[in-house]
């Protein structure tokens, strides 16, 4: 199963918004609606912000929003923070009790 | 508090075996799917297994044969044990919390809501 494509970087300055992308194919993004994206500060574990394309877990932002058009998804952060910045990642159930994740994209909020 | 605390690591040898344990408190760890995902030095996140509430597990390709993952309920913790490890082994390894099971039914699907701190895994000579 290859990794899902992202943009190695994304930027932005504080208060805008930027949307991320993640690429796969009818396999994973397109025939499953089970997306999520996590966020990655230096030298932390990875922490869920969005799962099931849409869903934000507790205590996660609504300046965070998931979507999905046929195969790729697209992560947009709005009223970017300095604390936004960070390493994305993207994952997609991929059939088969498999799973794949995107190549990461690192946020820089000018 | 929800915590998930892995152990194990260490530097290895091409060919060598190594056992790495994660353990969970804080949550009813017999319900939950669970899983190991690792990440290279500077580089993305790579699913390595799944274990699901009945001891079913799942591999991709690249570990499949080599990586074995289980679970003992009664001490809340789950195990990786690894074998003909090769260079490309190299990575962080996070224990990772899955799908809430209630029989045959899990959800929310895909959402590894909760991660460890890591263990680091070298391979070299």
């Known amino acids: 199963q290859s990794a899902l494509t992202q943009p190695p970087s994304a930027s932005g300055s504080p208060g805008q918004s930027v949307t991320i992308s993640c690429t796969g194919t009818s396999s994973d993004v397109g025939g499953h609606n089970y997306v999520s994206w996590y966020q990655q500060h230096p030298g932390k574990a990875p922490k869920l912000i969005i799962y099931?394309?849409?869903a934000r877990p507790s205590g996660v932002p609504d300046r965070f929003s998931g979507s999905k058009f046929g195969n790729t998804a697209s992560l947009t952060v709005s009223g970017l923070q300095t604390e936004d910045e960070a390493d994305y990642y993207c994952s997609s159930y991929a059939g088969s009790n498999d799973w794949v994740f995107g190549g990461g994209t690192k946020l820089t909020v000018l | 508090e929800v915590q998930l605390v892995e152990s194990g690591g260490g530097l290895v040898q091409p060919g060598g075996s190594l056992r790495l344990s994660c353990a969970a408190s804080?949550?009813?760890?017999?319900?939950?799917?669970m899983h190991w995902v690792r990440q290279a030095t500077g580089r993305g996140l790579e699913w390595v297994s799944g274990?699901?509430?009945?001891?079913?597990?799942y591999y991709p390709a690249s570990v499949r044969g080599r990586f074995t993952s289980s679970r003992e309920d009664a001490k809340t913790s789950l195990y990786l044990q690894m074998s003909n490890l090769r260079a490309e082994d190299t990575a962080v390894y996070y224990c990772?919390?899955?799908?809430?099971?209630?029989?045959?039914?899990?959800?929310?699907?895909?959402?590894?809501?909760?991660w460890g701190r890591g263990t680091m895994v070298t391979v070299s000579s």
């Open positions: 099931e394309v849409t």
């Open positions: 990772v919390r899955g799908s809430y099971c209630s029989g045959r039914s899990c959800y929310p699907v895909g959402a590894f809501d909760m």
């Open positions: 804080g949550f009813s760890f017999s319900s939950y799917d």
């Open positions: 274990l699901g509430t009945f001891g079913d597990t």
